[in-house]
């Protein structure tokens, strides 16, 4: 604890840059696999094929992307736009399989009622498709935050400062309490967006609620 006190002000900084650059990738991730889940969904035969391609990149070691970014891009070894790359491209291929799962859980049903009531191709996508697919988007999306934020501290091995730098620190000093502080400070910062993602949800998606409540109410009264 006294550790900690003393380094307070470089533990947040870590804390902090941590934060941002897991919030960028997870959007980046997020927006990029939603026109690739939709299409996805919408041509059957080439989803296996689409949800595969991209689920293959998960498959290859995040130590290697941040080694082989720098000499594919020209970008400079220690630069954070490798790591919001790599970290983004590994959120999309997660979010690309439960997109398609989101939309693909929309009831036909309601797709036919929303063209016979005038609704655009675009207009249903974006009133229709999307809200009633946001409750598995948001499930999806807080597995994704919790993998990057995770993931991000295998940055700090090719010298980009996270709370991993922790780790790296305190295992060559042979300083546990450093090494327990970046682990602790890791679950916190995941713990925290998880919740901000479901504020979010109940803010953006008060329906999801409302079709919860009578649910709960069920199960009480049959029990």
Known sequence: MTWFLDNLDTVGELFWRHAW?????????????????????????????????????????????????????????????????????????????????????????????ASAAGFSRGQRVFRVELPLAGPVLLAGLRVVSVSTVSMLSVATLVGVSNLGSLFTDGFRRDFQTEIIVGILAIVVLALLLDLLLVLAGRLLMPWSRAQQAPRRTGRKVAA
């Open 21 to 113: 650059i897991s919030v960028v990738s997870i959007l980046i991730g997020f927006v990029v696999s939603l026109p690739i889940g939709w299409y996805a969904n919408e041509h059957p035969r080439l989803r296996g094929i689409a949800v595969t391609a991209v689920g293959v990149l998960y498959t290859v070691p995040s130590l290697a992307i941040f080694v082989l970014l720098p000499g594919l891009l020209g970008t400079g070894f220690l630069s954070v736009i490798n790591v919001v790359i790599a970290l983004s491209t590994y959120a999309a291929a997660v979010m690309v399989r439960t997109t398609a799962d989101a939309f693909g859980s929309v009831s036909p049903a309601v797709l036919d009622a």
